[in-house]
């Protein structure tokens, strides 16, 4: 069983940065894809990046330039960089893993951007 725990969403103002971190654990050979994903009130969840093994790092247009998507793979971990938040950014950001062909979900960690 893999499991996702994340860090670090809270209350910024707009301007502002934050980190997120996302921890895997589990038995866990190798991780193909990491990603963030985003969803606010009342939309679908939404892909914000992704970065897979290879290196690739697809963002979604909203964020280009102001996010960044990196990973760990020893401490088989994931983040995502967050500058120049906008109010528009607030929303629960779940961690993603591919693993083994099966995905796994974070539990979600609240961003509000707001003055």
């Known amino acids: 069983q893999v499991q996702l725990v994340e860090s670090g969403g809270g209350l910024v103002q707009p301007g502002g940065s934050l980190r997120l971190s996302c921890a895997a654990s589990?038995?866990?050979?190798?991780?193909?894809?990491m990603g963030w994903y985003r969803q606010a009130p009342g939309k679908q969840r939404e892909l914000v990046a992704a970065?897979?093994?290879?290196?690739?790092?697809p963002y979604a247009d909203p964020v280009k330039g102001r996010f960044t998507i990196s990973r760990n793979n020893g401490k088989k971990t994931v983040y995502l960089q967050m500058s120049s938040l906008k109010p528009e950014d607030t929303a629960v950001y779940y961690c993603?893993?591919?693993?083994?062909?099966?995905?796994?979900w974070g539990q979600g960690t609240q961003v509000t951007v707001s003055s």
């Open positions: 993603n893993m591919v693993v083994g062909g099966y995905n796994y």
């Open positions: 589990g038995n866990i050979f190798s991780i193909n894809v």
């Open positions: 970065i897979t093994s290879g290196g690739s790092t």
